[in-house]
């Protein structure tokens, strides 16, 4: 039997210009807004569109007292802009948790049936990316947009 862990997380409401794409140092700026004693690494920052609206968004790492954070800013033309959160453990070997650092983000094709399992909310598009946090040689945690709650989700094998 396969196993998939799914999770949602919540949404901080943070101001952002949103007519351009997101710039290294305003993601850092917002995650710092967001998570002020995080230590964010402004170089892990990367680009997709995460939600699907066509728009691309950015995400950054961080880490304090042995997490890591995973900030994600959406693009948007509205004047507030939303952001994500999301916290993991370091080497704890539970599913909400990491082997090791470094950390490191990768943006991969969006896949919402994973060992033939639909996630809940994800509608597939060529255009939409998926978020991959990779730490260490256990499982990757992946995140989606769940379009039924309207916040970022995450699963692992």
């Known amino acids: 039997m396969r196993l998939i862990i ?10 952002i ?4 794409d997101i710039g290294s ?5 917002a995650a710092k807004l967001s ?12 680009h997709g569109d995460f939600n699907g609206d066509g728009k691309q968004d950015a995400a950054i790492l961080g880490t304090h007292l042995q997490r890591v954070f995973v900030a994600v800013v959406l693009a948007s033309s509205a004047i507030k802009q939303k952001a994500n959160v999301l916290s993991f453990g370091i080497g704890t070997h539970s599913t909400d948790s990491i082997c090791e650092l470094p950390a490191k983000l ?3 094709p969006l896949e919402c049936s994973p060992l033939d399992d639909s996630l809940p909310g994800c509608k597939a598009s060529p255009k939409t990316a998926s978020l ?3 730490g260490g040689e256990c499982d990757p945690i992946n995140f989606y947009w769940d379009h ?4 970022l989700a995450w699963w692992r094998v």
């Open 106 to 108: 990768v943006v991969e």
């Open 6 to 15: 799914l999770q949602s997380v919540f949404l901080l409401s943070l101001p």
């Open 25 to 29: 140092s305003q993601v850092a700026q």
């Open 132 to 134: 991959v946090l990779y």
């Open 148 to 151: 039924q709650k309207n916040k």
């Open 17 to 20: 210009g949103a007519h351009a």
């Open 35 to 46: 998570a002020p004693r995080v230590a964010w690494d402004s170089a892990s920052v990367v």
